[in-house]
């Protein structure tokens, strides 16, 4: 079986990051699961489907044409062709990306397409159910956390980098709402595995959170 390490938890948390140092180090592939649910969004937006009407969004989510193209910058996120990294990173597409993935049908339609993610020689994947649902066989699943003023001034500071300008309070406001939307869902809502190990990175830097998964990776797969 294609061993895989599974990083949930709420938004802001620093998944992404932490899973993209991990692979690399490990030489695994990736899956950026979230990514799945804000291209859903993009493309209901583009094709002006109402983010509750569950009978279009299911096929979208389903045919959703996407590449996934390695670059010198990190992954390329092709829909329909066409260069959406940075769009679907805007905080209004991860609000949207919430309301979809709280749809039954949707997250049903997403699965295989997660699932066929866990290739040789290994796969991190990050999300919200992956230890959960998606690959509940996997050997690690870590489950990080951090207070929401914490991921709130690391978005903050992620965004003025790239010179966008944003208001601390509202992204603590707007990480509480989503993470409020994707806690109470009925279907995979956001919750640790009963097995996950547990991370509160709120005073934890990238490296030392980075080292930590890397050890207890160590000690399953060497
Ligand atoms: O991780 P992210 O912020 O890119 O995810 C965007 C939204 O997608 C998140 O608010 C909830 C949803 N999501 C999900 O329901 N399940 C996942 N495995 C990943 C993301």
């Given at each position: ?28 592939h ?36 996407v ?13 329909r ?42 796969l ?25 003023e ?17 208001s ?36 934890m ?5 980075t080292e ?11």
């Amino acid at each position: 079986m294609i061993p895989v390490i599974t990083i949930d938890g709420p938004s802001g948390a620093g998944k992404g990051t932490i899973s993209q140092r991990v692979a690399e180090s490990l030489g695994w592939h990736m899956l950026d699961s979230g990514s799945l649910y804000r291209l859903t969004a993009l493309a209901a937006t583009l094709d002006d489907i109402g983010l509750d009407n569950e009978n279009a969004l299911t096929p979208l989510a389903a045919r959703l044409d996407v590449v996934f193209e390695p670059s010198t910058r990190g992954l390329r996120i092709l829909l329909r062709g066409k260069d959406v990294s940075e769009a679907i990173r805007a905080e209004e597409i991860g609000m949207k990306a919430s309301k979809v993935a709280a749809l039954p049908a949707v997250r049903a339609a997403l699965l295989t397409r997660q699932r066929d993610f866990a290739q040789a020689p290994g796969l991190v994947a990050d999300g919200r159910d992956m230890g959960t649902t998606v690959f509940p066989q996997a050997k690690l699943k870590v489950f990080m956390t951090a207070s929401a003023e914490a991921r709130a001034e690391r978005r903050y500071k992620q965004l003025m980098e790239k010179g966008i300008s944003a208001s601390l309070p509202a992204l603590v406001a707007d990480l509480k709402a989503r993470d409020e939307q994707d806690s109470n869902r009925s279907v995979s809502p956001l919750k640790p595995a009963s097995d996950a190990i547990f991370l509160d990175t709120t005073t934890m830097g990238i490296d030392e959170v980075t080292e930590r998964v890397l050890a207890e990776a160590r000690k399953i797969y060497r």
